[in-house]
């Protein structure tokens, strides 16, 4: 069974703390990796899309980086607004259609300054 | 533009009620997905329309039903709700199919309240 497990649940940090977010993945063939923030009471907002390992993307203070059974979000000097819950997904190969969503509980981020 | 815009915002219902929700895109997308999300937890699959045809049903109750009438729209028509079906619900809709790996967009979401 695919599985998608985070860490950690929440984080604490100062403005300016740099941290990372864990995401990893158990799954039969992964086709895509994905990660989306999250406002209280608003929809995921789409951040990065990850296809194979080795690859990283970048988007302001945010990069996420994908092995072969983890990926990771680095935040470098966060700010108060990076405040959110970051939820990591997969699509996997084995699943009965391509492109079901497999999410992980997500990882509440809190950046006091 | 990834825009994908839901209304209402809000909606408070009784149990006997019949309302819908509303779900647009205009990004030529052809697979738009309605998911449900309790509090603290992560979006929950409800139903996939691929081509404008409902290729998933997520075991969803018949008191929720989807409809599709044109590639841009995609509706949800909630009957007989219970009180534990409040929640936010959320549309999104991808480029492709089912077939391919394909990045989701989400819209704001309509939170639901059921009295």
């Known amino acids: 069974e695919d599985q998608v497990t985070q860490s950690p649940e929440a984080l604490r940090l100062q403005e300016g703390e740099s941290s990372s977010l864990n995401c990893s993945y158990t799954v039969s063939g992964l086709r895509g990796l994905f990660w989306y923030r999250q406002d209280p009471g608003k929809g995921p907002e789409f951040l990065f899309t990850l296809y194979s390992a080795g690859e990283e993307k970048e988007k302001e203070r945010l990069k996420a980086t994908l092995t072969k059974k983890e990926s990771f979000l680095h935040i470098t000097a966060p700010k108060p607004e990076d405040s959110a819950t970051y939820l990591c997904a997969v699509q996997a190969s084995g699943r009965e259609y391509g492109n079901k969503l497999v999410f992980g509980a997500g990882t509440i981020l809190r950046v006091k300054s | 533009d990834t825009e994908v815009t839901q209304t209402p915002k809000h909606l408070v219902m009784g149990m006997t009620n019949k309302k819908s929700l509303k779900c647009e895109q205009h990004?030529?997308?052809?697979?738009m997905y309605w998911y449900k999300q309790k509090a603290k937890k992560p979006p929950e699959l409800m139903f996939v329309?691929?081509?404008?045809?409902?290729?998933i049903n997520e075991s969803v109750p018949s008191r929720f039903s989807p409809e599709c009438p044109n590639s841009s729209l995609l509706n949800l028509h909630l009957h007989a709700l219970q009180p534990e079906d409040s929640a936010l619900y959320l549309c999104?809709?991808?480029?492709?199919?089912?077939?391919?790996?394909?990045?989701?967009?989400f819209g704001p979401g309509t939170r639901l309240t059921v009295l």
């Open positions: 990004m030529g997308h052809r697979a």
């Open positions: 329309y691929s081509y404008e045809k409902l290729s």
């Open positions: 999104a809709s991808s480029p492709r199919g089912l077939a391919g790996t394909d990045t989701q967009y």
